[in-house]
């Protein structure tokens, strides 16, 4: 059996691959895994039946047979130890791969979620325009640390990996802000990784599920 994931029926981010149900289907198509999607709405994810599996109300979620998971990375570090593509096999470089997934979601994505924050929820505020430049420079503060650490490398540890997955799909978000392209070795990495075919496909399948509710809306 397949396993099901959760995904947005008419997705906030307008089909432009930032929604984290994208992570999730990155990594079953790097892995070669057939998947099934459930779309929900807005007030279908609030529900009782959605909170068994999400206890806050969010997507994505993972069922697989009596198994259900919740939060991306870990959805995708189920994936990656699970089958073969995503994790090293020598047991050090699967460690340090591990690492960084938690480096991408509690260090890099923790600014630039407040920056999403401030700009699309919190614009109307008095105090946004003060806020705005201290949260982005302390996202710069990070992205200069990763830069010096990345250096001319195609991926942070040898091969691609889970964490150059969570890490990518991180610096992604920053794309419409302009702040990416101020690291140029940064924003090369996310291009390599969003040119991957198995990205692709994930990108695409989520566009898809946005034009199709687009037109019939």
């Known amino acids: 059996m397949s396993p099901i994931i959760t995904a947005?029926?008419?997705?906030?981010?307008?089909?432009?691959?930032?929604?984290?149900d994208v992570r999730v289907r990155w990594a079953l198509e790097e892995t070669g895994q057939p998947y099934e999607v459930r779309l929900l709405s807005f007030s279908a994810m609030?529900?009782?039946?959605?909170?068994?599996?999400?206890?806050?109300?969010?997507?994505?979620?993972?069922?697989?047979?009596?198994?259900?998971?919740?939060?991306?990375?870990?959805?995708?570090?189920?994936i990656a130890e699970s089958h073969a593509g995503l994790l090293p096999e020598d047991a050090n470089a699967?460690?340090?791969a591990i690492t960084w997934m938690f480096?991408?979601?509690?260090?890099?994505?923790?600014?630039?979620?407040?920056?999403?924050?401030?700009?699309?929820?919190?614009?109307?505020?008095?105090?946004?325009?003060?806020?705005?430049?201290?949260i982005q420079d302390r996202i710069r503060h990070r992205l200069h640390q990763l830069s010096a650490y990345m250096g001319d490398a195609e991926w942070l540890d040898g091969a691609f990996s889970a964490g150059d997955l969570l890490m990518a799909s991180v610096l992604l978000r920053l794309r419409l802000s302009g702040i990416l392209d101020e690291f140029a070795n940064l924003a090369a990495y996310a291009a390599?990784?969003?040119?991957?075919?198995?990205?692709?496909?994930?990108?695409?399948?989520?566009?898809a599920v946005f034009t199709s509710h687009s037109s019939t809306g």
Request: avoid cysteine; hydrophobic fraction near 40%; charge should be positive.
């Open 46 to 78: 609030k529900e009782p039946a959605h909170r068994k599996l999400q206890p806050f109300g969010q997507l994505p979620t993972y069922e697989e047979g009596d198994l259900t998971l919740f939060e991306s990375g870990a959805i995708v570090l189920h």
């Open 94 to 96: 699967r460690a340090r």
């Open 103 to 134: 480096a991408a979601l509690n260090t890099v994505e923790a600014p630039v979620l407040e920056l999403i924050t401030a700009r699309f929820l919190e614009s109307d505020k008095p105090w946004s325009k003060e806020r705005l430049p201290l």
């Open 192 to 207: 390599r990784a969003e040119a991957r075919p198995a990205y692709q496909r994930a990108f695409a399948a989520q566009l």
């Open 8 to 20: 947005f029926e008419q997705s906030p981010d307008r089909g432009k691959g930032l929604s984290r």
